[in-house]
Structure formats: structure tokens, C-alpha cells
């Protein structure tokens, strides 16, 4: 059923029967359900937010920030580590929600350093959340009602506002290639707060108001990238894949942005840096296949761009970003691009 459907069937149903759909999803429906559900009948819309009657100690926030950080990675909230009681671990989410509103506090403070490092410590905790059971949750981002983007534009903002631009950028620059997720922070990639979340490029993107700024940026991203290629930390590690696709998810995740670098950069006197990204070895797969194709193209080499694409199309045939560009400039199509073509086609008539 689509939602027409849907509710037209419930309009057949009293209260009574609502309620009993309802219990019977929440009672039978998996610990993420419950907690979808338990998060539309809370009568708060927003985050739980503990009360902070007096001003926040920076440098207290930040303790705690890197003692709940540790605790999680260690394990301790999940298994019976006696340094998180039993009550603790199952309230973590609203211990993660009173330490996100106390970092947003210590940001605003006139020194704001304590502030940024714990709001740094809670991103990084919440990107690595895609990929490790630190909490009980099948979707703890979800569950702890913390929208990455939101948090990364407040911190992103101040470190603009306090440092000035050069030294936002420099940090930001390699904060970018880490926390960046093409799909969202949330396992799922639906609900309440994946509705929120935005990409980091867009959110950067409207922080670059001017040309300058865009080449200045797009320097330090371009060291960024060198310094990860020299294994100096800057992205954010993925043990589970092999370092292959974690370029390759790199890449993926950080589209967006190199499309934005090609539109602002093509045809300028910075233009030298699209090379240097588009043979850059910290980044790699079909994504980095398509930047050059597009980047091929507008320089009027086609059939370079042809080539690139087709072969980018090899490794995604349903990419629709890779299909409409190869279809628009007449690129062969490999044999399963083409059955998908096809296939969408039919579909549509």
C-alpha cells in the first residue's frame, strides 16, 4: 500500500482497534520500532535537553564528553562493565542528548575550545555509529535524536566566527573528508531525523560566499587528501573493508562536494586543481571514474568522457547520475546499463 492507501484503511478502524495496531507493533516490532514509536508519543517534538539552570563549565563538558566517548568504544554499554550500571545503559540515548545540548552551550561560551573539541568528540562517536554496536540500539543515531549536519553547521559556524575563515577552513577541510556520509548518519535512512539531515557540502557550500573562498578551500581539501594519503589521520578509519573501498566509499561520499569544486572551479585560473583531484590516490572507483568524465567533457574531449563514463557504468549500470550523462553526450552503454534503461522504459509507459 502507498500512504493514500494506507490511511484510507485506517479510516475503516475506532480508537480502540488504533490502539490495538499500534500496541501490537511497539509489543512484537523490533527494538528500533519501539523506538520510532516511543519517540512519535513523546509529547516533546523536540530533543530531550537537560536542564541547565546555570552556565556550563567548558572544560567539565568536555570531560564528560571524552569519558562517555571512551566508555562507548570500550564496550561498557553494552556488556557488564561495572563503570555503566545496568539502569545507565539502557538510558544511554538521554545521556548522549544531555551531552549534545551542554556541547552546544560550551560552543557559545567566549572560549569556545573546550565546547568544540566535545562537539567534535560526539560527531566522530556518531559517524562511527554507521558501522559499530557501541549502544543497544538498532539505529542509534535515530535513537539519540542527533542530527549530524545540524551539529556540524553549529560547530563549523563558530569556528568561522571565532578563528576567521583561514583557520575554520583548515580544520574544517579534513573534518569534511571524515564525517561526510552520502546517505545520512542513520542506519535505516529513514525517520524523524534522517528527514533533517543534510549533506556536509551543502552545508559548507552556503559558507563560501565568495570565489576566494573557494579556492582557499579548495587548497586545504586538496592537503587534506595529501595528508591522508600519508596515513596522517584525516579520514575517518572503517576496519571492517579493506582500504580499496574505503576509497572507493570515500569518494562516494564526498560526490556532492566534487561536483561543487567542478562548477565553481571549471574554466579559472584554479582550474589545475580538478587534475589534481581527479588523479588524487586517497579517492577511487566509479564516482572518481565520473568526475573525470565530467570533467573531460567540458574541456571538449568526448570521447575521453565517453570512455570514462562507459567504463564507470561497468561497475554501477543503474547509477542514474552515470546514465543520464552517458545517454546525454552518446557514450556506448555496457549490456546491463542498457537492459536497465530498458527495463525503465517499459515501466514508464
Not at 317 to 326: M, Q, S, T, V
Request: charged share 30%.
Amino acid at each position: 500500500m502507498d500512504r493514500v492507501q494506507f490511511f484510507q484503511k485506517l479510516a475503516g478502524l475506532d480508537d480502540e482497534r488504533l490502539k490495538k495496531v499500534l500496541w501490537n507493533l511497539y509489543w512484537r516490532g523490533s527494538s528500533a520500532m519501539r523506538e520510532r514509536i516511543e519517540a512519535e508519543l513523546d509529547p516533546d517534538p523536540g530533543p530531550r535537553r537537560h536542564p541547565s539552570p546555570q552556565p556550563v563549565d567548558p572544560e567539565a563538558v568536555r570531560a564528560r564528553v571524552s569519558d562517555f566517548v571512551a566508555l562507548a568504544r570500550s564496550g561498557a554499554y553494552l556488556a557488564g562493565d561495572r563503570r555503566v550500571s545496568p539502569s545507565e545503559r539502557t538510558r544511554w540515548r538521554f545521556t548522549f542528548q544531555g551531552l549534545v545540548a551542554d556541547a552546544e552551550h560550551a560552543l557559545l561560551a567566549d572560549d569556545f575550545a573546550a565546547g568544540a573539541t566535545a562537539m567534535e568528540q560526539l560527531i566522530e562517536l556518531a559517524c562511527e555509529l554507521r558501522g559499530y554496536d557501541y549502544f543497544r540500539s538498532e539505529d542509534p543515531v535515530e535513537a539519540a535524536r542527533f542530527v549530524v549536519s545540524d551539529a556540524v553547521a553549529l560547530l563549523w559556524a563558530r569556528m568561522r566566527d571565532q578563528l576567521g575563515f583561514a583557520e575554520f577552513a583548515r580544520r574544517a577541510a579534513p573534518q569534511l573528508i571524515r564525517w561526510e556520509s552520502r546517505y545520512g548518519w542513520t542506519r535505516s535512512g529513514f525517520g524523524r531525523i534522517r528527514e533533517k539531515e543534510t549533506s556536509l557540502a551543502s552545508v559548507l557550500g552556503r559558507m563560501l560566499p565568495a570565489p576566494d573562498m573557494w579556492l582557499q578551500f579548495a587548497d586545504l581539501y586538496l592537503d587534506a587528501l595529501d595528508q591522508a594519503a600519508r596515513g596522517a589521520g584525516a579520514t575517518l578509519k572503517h576496519d571492517w573493508w579493506p582500504e580499496s573501498s574505503n576509497r572507493e566509499r570515500r569518494t562516494a561520499d564526498l560526490a556532492e562536494w566534487h561536483g561543487m569544486l567542478l562548477e565553481r572551479l571549471l574554466g579559472c585560473e584554479a582550474e589545475d586543481r580538478l587534475d589534481r583531484l581527479a588523479r588524487h590516490p586517497e579517492l577511487a572507483g566509479p564516482e572518481l571514474g565520473f568526475f573525470a568524465a565530467q570533467l573531460a567533457y567540458q574541456r571538449g574531449d568526448v570521447g575521453l568522457a565517453r570512455s570514462l563514463v562507459t567504463e564507470a557504468l561497468g561497475k554501477l549500470p543503474g547509477h542514474p547520475k552515470f546514465l543520464d550523462f552517458a545517454v546525454s553526450i552518446g557514450a556506448p552503454l555496457p549490456a546491463r546499463a542498457r537492459q536497465i534503461i530498458e527495463e525503465r522504459q517499459r515501466a514508464h509507459r
